[in-house]
């Protein structure tokens, strides 16, 4: 149990365009996720706080009008790169908290490349 | 505010040998900490995590790891390692058993030698 997907795992862009990454629990509802970068040989960096049916809550430093994210049902949450620049190419990670005591389950990733 | 340092940032070692992989925290409430395993171009799978109670944990893969408080310290072992352990390890601490936030050490790439 306890699993969580992103779609696309892998996705190249040109620079201006948008893209949408998404983030499903698949067998628990999940009323927080979290959205992580990370830099090549970096830690994982924490975006955002979102939960189910209200706004995220974003780390400092990380543009909102950017980075997108809308957490619309218990299973399901996304993340929009709007007007994508080379300098967004990163690898991004969601993670699922709803059940097993709050434990946070991590999706596989989203290797964002921007041109 | 709570912080993680991973004091080593690369660890090599032989295949069967035994490694110990650093984690130490600081934080001014009680923490849950977890070590969490990262292969390439994959997600994160926890190892195991301390929430309360025994001070020895034991998680998957055959790790383990001890929550020491007076040294602030939370280091993971195992006894004998095989290739298949290398990947990258993450440390992480949060504030409560909730959907509370995690912050992550800087990562250490262990690395099996045959």
């Known amino acids: 149990g306890a699993v969580v997907s992103q779609h696309p795992s892998r996705v190249i862009c040109k620079s201006g365009t948008s893209v949408k990454i998404e983030c499903r629990s698949l067998d628990f509802q999940a009323t927080t996720m979290f959205w992580y970068r990370q830099f090549p040989k970096k830690s994982l960096m924490l975006m955002a706080t979102?939960?189910?049916?209200?706004?995220?809550?974003?780390e400092q430093g990380v543009e909102k009008d950017k980075f997108l994210i809308n957490h619309a049902s218990l299973t399901l949450s996304t993340l929009t790169v709007t007007s994508a620049h080379p300098e967004d190419s990163s690898f991004y990670i969601c993670s699922a908290s709803g059940g097993y005591g709050g434990e946070q389950f991590f999706g596989p990733g989203t290797r964002l490349t921007v041109l | 505010a709570q912080s993680v340092t991973q004091l080593d940032s690369q660890v090599p070692v032989f295949e069967e040998a035994p490694v110990e992989l650093r984690c130490n925290y600081s934080?001014?409430?009680?923490?849950?900490l977890f070590w969490y395993v990262q292969y390439p171009n994959q997600g994160l799978q926890l190892l195991l995590k301390?929430?309360?109670?025994?001070?020895l944990v034991k998680g998957i893969n055959g790790f383990e790891a001890e929550f020491n408080k007076s040294q602030t310290s939370f280091h993971l072992r195992k006894p004998s390692v095989h290739i298949s352990d290398t990947a990258e390890y993450f440390c992480?601490?949060?504030?409560?058993?909730?959907?509370?936030?995690?912050?992550f050490g800087q990562g250490t790439r262990l690395t099996i030698n045959p």
């Open positions: 979102s939960n189910e049916g209200s706004k995220a809550t974003y």
């Open positions: 934080s001014s409430v009680s923490v849950y």
């Open positions: 301390y929430l309360s109670g025994s001070t």
């Open positions: 992480a601490v949060s504030g409560g058993q909730g959907a509370q936030k995690l912050v």
